[in-house]
């Protein structure tokens, strides 16, 4: 019988790379990562889709064609998306397609016609075409700053030293994948190991349109390897791998749907060799078993939640709320439903169920939480700047001492004075030649304004919300 249409390979690979932890806490960040991720895979995915094309070419014998000075239509379309990824976060969006590019070449032993017929000169100009122009106005608008800033600290730097504090161990992506790619991350070293990368000369002796495994593993590979050489490590860098990770499992998946692994005909499961290939076998059992690690997670995730001082009563709220225990009964209905599945041997069904358990719990579990948490964390950084704008006198400058909170300049549409430091605030409040006003808008916790060395009578508090306080202080005060 014909699969259903959500069973296809193209909707399994949609949905593999939108639903996973990763796409979707990212996905909802203000940060440029994302942007990244999308230029970045979508010109690798052109990459591909031109090189298919130079052997269809070929094999229809386009001799005027193949002559032509310029890429062919995808191998343009692959050069202004990596000129795009380069605007959205510098350097990388052009190193690292190269290294999958360069090494999936030189692997398959066609680096030398890939260069050919890439017409790397032609893909440089519109490169620098796109891209070069705005980096030239924004040095020239402020200088050895901005070089030493973006080049030397946000790219160069990052990769060989620590920035940040954002040290980690080597194995450090390896959880990143596991628990960012979840639950699909279970499967992928079976999807890699079906691949048999070691088998060079079977892939050399393959058509281009069949190489499409081995080019994901590459993507996925070089992007694990090259961020893991990198010294200062983020789970945000390994962003662009996952649609890499979704292709390897979207194709072994629509192999395990349409039938092709080996069945056991007997009449109820018996773990024996010839159920099913051991490894496919070991993942689906181990694909139970970390859905019941994941719901005794969720279940006391509470514990892990205390360490962020703008919600201290965060815990407690969501353990009140129900919502951890919702979230863990799903993951564990979802491991029982691929246990009874696997018994009945209706493998293809696994896939389902994972989908169904995933979505259940974003819908039920973490939608409600990620309200909660907007509820604890930001809403009181909304109010306080509705009554920042509102009090807010002529010439009156808004200092936050603390963490940084850079969405109080979005919500306030206006400059807003960061300072880390307790002591750096003091001497920036007065060392301030000619102020504009004598006194200035402070948002803090109630602890900062007590470093500063401010007593109750020494400020006017305009009001409290959540762990923060807004206060009118003079300058004074401070002298």
């Known amino acids: 019988p014909p699969l259903p249409l959500f069973l296809s390979t193209p909707w399994i690979g949609a949905a593999l790379i939108a639903l996973n932890p990763q796409t979707i806490a990212w996905g909802r960040t203000g940060v440029s990562d994302m942007l990244l991720v999308g230029c970045m895979c979508s010109a690798l995915l052109a990459f591909f889709l031109g090189y298919t094309l130079e052997e269809q070419r070929e094999q229809a014998e386009f001799s005027t064609v193949s002559a032509s000075r310029f890429p062919n239509k995808w191998y343009l379309t692959f050069y202004v998306l990596i000129a795009l990824a380069i605007l959205a976060k510098g350097p990388v969006g052009i190193v690292v397609p190269a290294l999958i590019v360069g090494s999936f070449g030189l692997y398959l032993g066609n680096f030398r016609q890939l260069w050919r017929e890439m017409r790397p000169v032609s893909g440089i100009l519109i490169i620098l075409a796109i891209a070069l122009p705005w980096y030239i106005l924004v040095i020239l608008a402020n200088g050895q700053t901005y070089i030493d800033s973006f080049f030397g600290y946000h790219n160069f730097q990052r990769f060989t030293g620590v920035v940040n504090k954002h040290s980690a161990p080597w194995y450090f992506y390896f959880f990143v994948v596991l628990v960012g790619f979840a639950p ?207 009090q807010k006198l002529p010439g009156e400058e808004f200092i936050m001492v603390g963490f940084w909170k850079p969405s109080l300049v979005f919500y306030t549409q206006g400059p807003v004075t960061y300072y880390r430091a307790v002591t750096k605030a003091i001497d920036y409040i007065k060392e301030s030649k000619n102020p504009t006003s004598p006194s200035i808008l402070l948002l803090g916790y109630p602890e900062k304004f007590v470093q500063l060395g401010l007593q109750p009578n020494q400020y006017q508090l305009l009001d409290s919300r959540g762990a923060y306080q807004l206060a009118r202080v003079p300058r004074t005060a401070f002298r």
């Open 184 to 390: 699909w991350s279970i499967y992928l070293p079976v999807a890699i190991a079906r691949t048999r990368f070691w088998q060079r000369s079977y892939w050399r002796r393959q058509p281009r349109s069949a190489q499409l495994s081995l080019f994901a593993l590459f993507w996925f590979g070089c992007i694990f390897g090259f961020f893991t050489i990198a010294v200062t490590k983020l789970p945000s860098y390994v962003l662009p791998l996952i649609p890499a990770a979704a292709i390897l499992v979207t194709l072994l998946w629509s192999d395990i749907i349409a039938g092709n692994e080996p069945k056991n005909r007997r009449a109820k499961l018996e773990i024996k060799p010839d159920f099913l290939p051991r490894g496919l076998l070991v993942t689906y059992i181990f694909n139970v078993i970390f859905l019941l690690i994941v719901a005794g997670a969720t279940f006391y995730s509470y514990n892990w939640l205390g360490d962020d001082p703008a919600m201290p009563n965060f815990p407690q709220a969501i353990q009140q709320s129900g919502l951890l225990i919702v979230g863990g009964t799903i993951w564990i209905i979802t491991a029982v439903a691929i246990a009874l599945l696997l018994w009945q041997r209706q493998q293809r069904w696994i896939l389902v169920a994972n989908f169904i358990g995933l979505v259940a719990f974003i819908i039920f579990g973490l939608t409600p939480a990620y309200k909660a948490v907007d509820i604890n964390r930001q809403l009181p950084l909304r109010q306080l700047a509705q009554v920042a704008v509102q």
